[in-house]
């Protein structure tokens, strides 16, 4: 019994610093692959389609917001605005041994009326910011 446990936890080490060793190479690949045309017009689409989706609200409702993205987190302000807050999660499985996610926080902010004045995004949303900072990680 004892020699099957030590074979196992030999082979379960094996296979953890291969999988290391994947990713490392992997991540190294990826670094210096260089974007196509096709791809930048891609993400450029994605862009343009996320700020437009957000846009939209703009001027709008907070209450029409609620009714078609569903009822987000919100923080009433002391002077009566509130922020809507949606995260939405993507998740990457790589391989048997591990996975990725990923989100991107979208913020409405409205005022004492409940028309949205303003949005913002963070996390990993298809936004210009996280295009240029892509391309930075890419050719640095």
């Given at each position: 019994m004892r020699n099957g446990l030590v074979m196992h936890s030999i082979g379960f080490a094996?296979?953890?610093a291969i999988s290391i060793s994947a990713t490392k190479t992997y991540a190294q690949y990826e670094r210096v692959e260089p974007l196509t045309q096709s791809?930048?017009?891609e993400r450029a689409h994605k862009i343009l389609k996320f700020n437009a989706d957000r846009d939209q609200w703009v001027g709008k409702s907070v209450d029409d917001l609620t009714l078609a993205w569903g009822e987000g987190a919100t923080y009433s302000r002391?002077?009566?605005g509130r922020h809507t807050s949606y995260r939405e999660r993507t998740y990457y499985q790589y391989s048997m041994l591990g996975s990725v996610s990923r989100y991107?926080?979208?913020?409405?902010?409205?005022?004492?009326?409940?028309?949205?004045q303003s949005w913002q995004a963070s996390g990993s949303c298809d936004t210009l910011e996280s295009m240029k900072q892509e391309l930075k990680n890419r050719y640095n």
């Open positions: 094996f296979m953890f791809e930048l017009k002391a002077d009566g991107c926080d979208t913020l409405f902010v409205s005022n004492a009326k409940g028309i949205i």
